[in-house]
């Protein structure tokens, strides 16, 4: 159980275009959604904390308006790069949090974006 | 502030054990987090520690002393595939993860 999954897990877009990644909760409702961003060699930075049918929570230095986050059900989370560029190039990571667990975060398996 | 604080990077070797180790400050504590992770994959978890003690899992333990405000990851026989980052993360009194910069593993045969 406990199932994440990630659309696309690889995508490579043009300078300027907007890209569009699904976070999906498979078998359980996930409340709490966070987003990830993850440089080479780096470790796990939070982008922003999700609760299905609010507005995100975003860490400090994170651009709401470049990084559009909905939640529009228990199930499922996007992330859209607005107006991408080359340095948002990264691994995108989402994790789940549901109603009956710990703490765990129940993570998917991550999504490479390549902006060239 | 909040702080997780774990080696870089270490070696070991193959068959062998090793020792992971990781502090913690939070504001509040909720319990601790391993999770490990290879390169270009999402972490997969590993423990949960919320009570002071050794928790042991298969070739895996993971210890906690919270006066310490202390945690480590115990890895035995050692395989080549254990190479990998392992994460600390450390969940304070919002039920938050704050996460350590990851430990990378190198086993050598």
């Known amino acids: 159980g406990a199932v994440v999954s990630q659309h696309p897990s690889r995508v490579i877009c043009k300078s300027g275009t907007s890209v569009k990644i699904e976070c999906r909760s498979l078998?359980?409702?996930?409340?709490?959604m966070f987003w990830y961003r993850q440089f080479p060699k780096q470790s796990l930075m939070l982008m922003a904390t999700?609760?299905?049918?609010?507005?995100?929570?975003?860490e400090q230095g994170v651009e709401k308006d470049k990084f559009l986050i909905n939640h529009a059900s228990l199930t499922l989370s996007t992330l859209t790069v607005t107006s991408a560029h080359p340095e948002d190039s990264s691994f995108y990571i989402c994790?789940?949090?549901?109603?009956?667990?710990?703490?765990?975060?129940?993570f998917g398996p991550g999504t490479r974006l390549t902006v060239t | 502030g909040q702080n997780i604080d774990q080696p870089t990077e270490m070696t070991a070797t193959e068959g062998a054990i090793v020792q992971i180790n990781c502090t913690y400050q939070?504001?509040?504590?909720?319990?601790l987090f391993w999770y490990q992770q290879h390169a270009g994959e999402a972490p997969t978890f590993l423990s949960y520690?919320?009570l002071d003690g050794l928790e042991e899992k298969g070739r895996f333990s993971s210890f906690l002393s919270r006066s310490k405000g202390y945690s480590y990851l115990l890895l035995k026989e050692l395989q080549m595939k254990d190479s990998a980052s392992y994460l600390c993360?450390?969940?304070?009194?919002?039920?938050?993860?704050?996460w350590g910069a990851g430990t990378k593993l190198i086993i050598k045969p």
């Open positions: 994790s789940a949090r549901g109603l009956l667990s710990s703490y765990e975060q129940y």
């Open positions: 078998d359980f409702q996930a409340t709490t």
């Open positions: 999700s609760n299905e049918g609010s507005k995100a929570t975003y």
């Open positions: 939070t504001s509040g504590f909720n319990g």
């Open positions: 520690n919320v």
């Open positions: 993360a450390g969940v304070d009194s919002n039920y938050q993860l704050i």
